[in-house]
């Protein structure tokens, strides 16, 4: 739980301070979406069948605001480990890349072009 909030805390999920002995954890996003987190050990309790298998089952992107900000929050979360695809710019002109966070879930970071930041 603790490495997984700290890298959410990274791009920008404000999870609650001192949670991370926590066996769930959520975090309001907007519009009635939340972040929620569970340790195994919690999801086993109530599906004694769940395969934690990493995967691609759901998308996070994490909007930054500049592509400056895109190229230099990649480099630190690579330093840690966590770069999957560096920076590139998009042919729409959106600026992107792509790291994983401790379960190998991909979060993509991108920012919008300057004319439309």
């Known amino acids: 739980m603790a490495a997984s909030l700290a890298f959410y805390r990274r ?14 954890v959520e975090c309001p996003l907007g519009s009635g979406m939340r972040l929620m987190l569970d340790t195994e050990a919690s999801i ?34 690579d330093v840690d480990g966590f770069g999957s695809k560096p920076p590139w710019d ?11 966070d401790p379960d190998g879930t991909h979060v993509d970071l991108y920012a919008m072009p300057s004319a439309e930041e």
């Open 11 to 24: 791009v920008g999920v404000a999870f609650p301070e001192g949670s991370e002995n926590e066996q769930h």
């Open 44 to 77: 086993l309790g109530f599906y004694p069948d769940f395969d934690p298998t990493p995967g691609q089952r759901v998308a996070f992107a994490a909007r930054l605001d500049s592509s400056e900000e895109v190229d230099s929050l990649y480099a630190e979360l």
């Open 90 to 100: 998009s042919p729409w002109g959106m600026r992107y890349a792509t790291v994983h």
